[in-house]
Each structure stands twice: as structure tokens, then as C-alpha cells.
């Protein structure tokens, strides 16, 4: 089992609507996680992260964590075609310090 | 300019040879990580390094070593390339002093093609 798994997709959303994306991790030691965005060829750029329990909002895009079911999930509203790309979640672990990223998430919003 | 910079950009290079992968970043950023990425497996973290006297191996270090010149400097290297090194590669820098939520920052990325 991965540490942190995500559906590859392609997750296919109409513009002007709500994408949907979930990620869940194997290690109760994770305590912060977070989402990048990855254009085709391009580096991963950070979206937002979440270290509690609950919602947290910026924009467009809200987190969720909910450390009991060990899942993560972000959404995107009003999408746009330019929101059009791979999704990455990632959990930092305490101990090390290291990220580890979920295969990633594609994302395909469609005019 | 870039606060992350990977030299080269693109490499095409035949199997057997040896190769390295140049990270240098201006953020002040005491930690650097070294991953590869392949289609549908995310990012796999090969090396990584908490300060210049500090390397240490990721999930997938077989076939590859570093060297943290400086603190500013990380660099990667292919002692004799194989084609299933064949991958896109990212350097990245983080900031401890941001405690457990320091996010990574991505140079553009290698990608290397091996013959």
C-alpha cells in the first residue's frame, strides 16, 4: 500500500463547477499536508497546506483534513480550464521531515 | 531569476555515462531534496540534505549519489546511466524555520533521457 494514494483520474468537470479531489494516508505520524498544482512538463507549485482538522479556505480552493479517517481532500470551485492539470497531495511526517506525495490527481475542466 | 535553478534543463545521454544534475537556489533555504518523477508515480525522493554536513538517502537512492557543495549548492549524480534512470528530475529547498508546515520549492525541473 502507498502512503499516500490518490485516484489518478482524469477527474473531468465542466467549468463553472466543483472539482472534487481525495487523498488518503497510511501514516498517523503525518501531521501537515499539503496540495501542488503540476502543469504537463512544469514543476509543482504550492497551492495550500492544512495541519488541523477541519476546512481551510484560500480563493478558490478549500482543504479538508480529517486526521481519524486519514483522508484529505481539496476542492476547487468555479473551476476554470486554466485549473487544468495534475494534482498532488502531499504529508509531512514528523519524524524526518520528509514529504511524501500521493501518484497525483489530473484534472480536465472543460469549457 | 529563479530561486531554484537546475542546470541542465534537458539531457539526452547514452547508457553507461556518467552525469550530473546541478541544484543551486538564492532562498537561504538550509534543506534541499533531490526526486525523480515518472508518469503516474508522483514525485520519489532519492536524496536529500538538512545543512552541508547533512546527506541522507531516500526511498530510491540505488544508482545515484550527491554531494552538498555548499548551501546553497546540491547536486546529483549518475555514476554509469541506465535507461530506466530515464525520468524527470526536480531539485527542491525547504526552510525548517517554518517549522512542520515549511512547503517545498521546485527548481523546473531535468529531464533526462537515457539511451
Known amino acids: 500500500q502507498k502512503e499516500v494514494e490518490q485516484n489518478s483520474g482524469p477527474l473531468s468537470v465542466p467549468e463553472g463547477a466543483i472539482a472534487s479531489l481525495n487523498c488518503t494516508y497510511s501514516?498517523?505520524?503525518?501531521?501537515?499536508f499539503f496540495w501542488y498544482r503540476q502543469y504537463s512538463g512544469k514543476s509543482p507549485e504550492l497551492i495550500m497546506f492544512?495541519?488541523?482538522?477541519g476546512d481551510k479556505e484560500d480563493g478558490r480552493f478549500t482543504a479538508q483534513l480529517n486526521k481519524a479517517s486519514q483522508y484529505v481532500s481539496l476542492l476547487i470551485r468555479d473551476s476554470q480550464p486554466s485549473d487544468s492539470a495534475t494534482y498532488l497531495c502531499?504529508?509531512?511526517?514528523?519524524?524526518?521531515?520528509?514529504?511524501?506525495f500521493g501518484g497525483g490527481t489530473r484534472v480536465l475542466v472543460k469549457p | 531569476d529563479a530561486d531554484v535553478t537546475q542546470t541542465p534543463r534537458n539531457r539526452i545521454t547514452k547508457t553507461g555515462k556518467r552525469i550530473m544534475l546541478e541544484c543551486s537556489q538564492t532562498?537561504?533555504?538550509?534543506?534541499m531534496y533531490w526526486y525523480r518523477q515518472d508518469p503516474g508515480l508522483g514525485l520519489r525522493l532519492i536524496y536529500y540534505?538538512?545543512?552541508?554536513?547533512?546527506?541522507n538517502k531516500g526511498e530510491i537512492s540505488d544508482g545515484y549519489s550527491v554531494s552538498r557543495q555548499a548551501q546553497a549548492k546540491f547536486s546529483l549524480s549518475l555514476e554509469s546511466a541506465i535507461p530506466n534512470q530515464t525520468a524527470l528530475y526536480f531539485c527542491?529547498?525547504?526552510?525548517?524555520?517554518?517549522?512542520?508546515?515549511?512547503?517545498?520549492?521546485f527548481g523546473d525541473g531535468t529531464r533526462l533521457s537515457i539511451l
Open positions: 527542491a529547498t525547504s526552510d525548517p524555520r517554518q517549522g512542520s508546515n515549511q512547503p517545498q520549492h
Open positions: 501514516d498517523r505520524g503525518s501531521q501537515s
Open positions: 492544512i495541519y488541523s482538522n
Open positions: 502531499a504529508a509531512l511526517k514528523a519524524a524526518g521531515n520528509k514529504l511524501t
Open positions: 532562498k537561504g533555504h538550509d534543506r
Open positions: 540534505s538538512f545543512d552541508v554536513k547533512d546527506i
